[in-house]
């Protein structure tokens, strides 16, 4: 069974640009979460989709972090414009919502300079 | 507000010997418990998990304790392999499948 694929694997940018993360998750897995994950801390949530439905956003800066998960399948989480603080690896998860286990990618390691 | 602590960042214990990593948590709607492993330059993989109506669950040389009257869960490894060297993290959920993680302990198993 293939896992969670995410790329690019490494990003770097300077402040104000702009940066783009694709993910594909578990086939079958209706539920897809990104978290980012900043050096020395634990995986904080950012989204949660349920099939193509927005389940939890609470945590999205809104103002500069979007995200979409057309069909229900693979997302996209942009970031425009980067700030330093958002130096961090951006980890993708599905789930098949059952059983409270996510299925985590390797990560996205992004570093804005 | 830290829902999920992990106090200890670090730890180190001999080849052989019992790893006992703690987590305490805050918000007393939790329900279901996880630990998580991590390697460098890898996505987090799931370890094993308790449910609140259990207070012990054991897999292999891995067993999770919950004492929900305290809000702690601990993980023991027994024995302790060099291979299980990671970092790992205790996460917890609600009534929703949204995880909050813990900080993580860096665990490192030395011969």
């Known amino acids: 069974e293939a896992g969670v694929a995410q790329s690019p694997r490494y990003k770097i940018i300077e402040k104000r640009q702009s940066v783009a993360f694709w993910c594909n998750p578990i086939?079958?897995?209706?539920?897809l979460y990104w978290y980012q994950q900043i050096l020395g801390q634990g995986p904080k949530l950012l989204i949660q989709f349920q099939n193509n439905g927005v389940v939890d956003d609470s945590q999205l800066p809104k103002d500069r972090f979007s995200a979409e998960r057309l069909k229900g399948v693979d997302s996209t989480l942009k970031i425009q414009p980067a700030k330093l603080e958002d130096s961090a690896v951006y980890l993708c998860?599905?789930?098949?919502?059952?059983?409270?286990?996510?299925?985590f990618g390797e990560g996205s390691r992004l570093t804005v300079l | 507000d830290q829902q999920v602590k992990q106090n200890s960042p670090s730890l180190s214990v001999q080849e052989g010997r019992i790893s006992i990593l703690n987590c305490d948590y805050t918000n007393s709607m939790f329900d279901y418990f996880l630990w998580y492993k991590k390697y460098p330059a890898e996505g987090p993989t799931f370890l094993i998990s308790?449910?609140?109506?259990?207070d012990k669950n054991e897999d292999g040389r891995f067993t999770v304790f919950l004492n929900k009257s305290a809000k702690h869960l601990s993980l023991h490894i027994v024995p302790s392999q060099p291979g299980d060297s990671a970092v790992y993290f205790c996460a917890a959920s609600g009534n929703t499948d949204k995880l909050i993680f813990g900080t993580g302990t860096r665990l490192q198993v030395f011969p």
């Open positions: 308790i449910s609140s109506i259990k």
């Open positions: 998860a599905s789930s098949t919502g059952l059983t409270g286990e996510l299925f």
């Open positions: 086939s079958g897995h209706a539920t």
